[in-house]
């Protein structure tokens, strides 16, 4: 089961502003380790959208931004189009037991 | 430009074991490693292990040590994935990824993925 917590469904109009929340603790969020973000089209794979908290991968629109604070961390995506509509993920590093890569648990992003 | 292409979906019963493959191109396979992650239907995404495409070495969640054995081939730039002891819960589509460094990284490509229904 997940370790990150994140709403399991937001929606808004084109052009609105959504936030999706990422819930961690103090041995994955709270470290030192980022937080990254992955936008899952449907029947797609999953493709990065943010990485090191608040970077994104070229070709990724500044529509989104992301940031990391305490044990949490907040993907937003401004002015929302139909084409936004997808799956997002939040992931980070619990190092409470050995290597573990840890994802959210994921939120549907819906355009009204 | 990078590409990881991941063999086609598979039907097994429980009981059995499947092997998916993920070959990649692109870049410098020995110098990121690939981690592997499941989707099961409806699901979110779950991490299965990491492997160092360079020197072979392996890390699994404590969920999936004895169950699933993560293999390199350099010479072809494939990564393997063998689950074993198959049940209906690991009926998913898994996904091969790469990152850079072996801890606190972020996956940067992905595979297509490779569906594997368990189904007596």
């Known amino acids: 089961q997940s370790v990150l917590t994140q709403p399991p469904s937001v929606s808004g109009a084109p052009g609105q502003r959504v936030t999706i929340s990422c819930t961690g603790s103090s041995s994955n969020i709270g470290t030192s380790s980022d937080v990254h973000w992955y936008q899952q089209l449907p029947g797609t794979a999953p493709k990065l959208l943010i990485y090191?908290?608040?970077n994104r991968p070229s070709g990724v629109p500044d529509r989104f931004s992301a940031s990391k604070s305490g044990t949490s961390a907040s993907l937003a995506i401004t002015g929302l189009q139909a084409e936004d509509e997808a799956d997002y993920y939040c992931?980070?590093?619990?190092?409470?037991?050995?290597?573990?890569?840890?994802f959210g648990t994921g939120t549907k992003v819906s355009v009204l | 430009q990078v590409q990881l292409v991941q063999s086609g979906a598979e039907v097994k019963n429980p009981g059995a074991s499947v092997t998916i493959s993920c070959k990649a191109s692109?870049?410098?396979?020995?110098?990121?490693?690939i981690h592997w992650v499941r989707q099961a239907p409806g699901q979110g995404l779950e991490w299965m292990g990491i492997i160092n495409s360079r020197g072979g070495g392996t890390d699994y969640p404590q969920k999936f040590q004895g169950r699933v054995i993560v293999t390199r081939d350099t010479s072809t730039s494939t990564v393997y994935m063998d689950l074993s002891s198959l049940t209906s819960e690991d009926t998913a589509m898994y996904y091969c990824?790469?990152?850079?460094?072996?801890?606190?990284?972020?996956?940067?490509?992905w595979g297509q993925g490779t569906l594997v229904t368990v189904s007596s």
């Open positions: 090191g908290n608040s």
């Open positions: 992931q980070s590093y619990d190092n409470s037991l050995g290597v573990s890569y840890v």
């Open positions: 990824a790469r990152s850079r460094y072996r801890t606190s990284d972020y996956l940067d490509y």
């Open positions: 692109g870049y410098t396979f020995i110098d990121y490693y």
